[in-house]
């Protein structure tokens, strides 16, 4: 058995899961409207994203801080979230081509 080939193979799926997964969180962010509440909104805390959007705070949480593992919302360190306008108009502006989230719901 190749030890070696096998492991750089398990990493690549890995990272492939991630990449699954981290995508569904991006659909989830948009069918809920959490990307468009945080938009230009700010630093939010779960709570006052969860209050914006009608959801719940804990599973907003964990959609933040996955959301920011990932690169696409940053951590301040004090418990709030932003959503940069770099990566707000990707995520939420449907008419601009450089709009991201079709690509997450074919996928």
């Known amino acids: 058995m190749h030890e070696a080939g096998m492991t ?7 990272c492939d899961v991630g990449a699954m997964l981290g ?5 989830i962010g948009d ?3 959490l990307y ?3 938009a230009g ?7 006052d994203l ?3 959007t009608g959801t719940a705070e804990r599973y907003v949480r964990e959609w933040s801080s996955a959301q920011a593992a990932r690169g696409y919302l940053l951590y301040d360190g004090d418990g709030r ?27």
Do not use: N, Q, W, Y
């Open 36 to 38: 468009h509440a945080m």
């Open 41 to 47: 909104a700010g630093r939010l805390s779960p709570a």
């Open 8 to 14: 750089e193979f398990v990493e690549k799926a890995i």
């Open 31 to 33: 069918k809920l409207g």
């Open 23 to 27: 995508g569904s969180l991006v659909v």
């Open 50 to 52: 969860a209050g914006r």
């Open 81 to 107: 979230f932003l959503l940069p306008d770099a990566h707000a108009i990707p995520l939420t502006d449907e008419t601009t081509p450089a709009c991201v989230i079709g690509a997450f719901e074919i996928a």
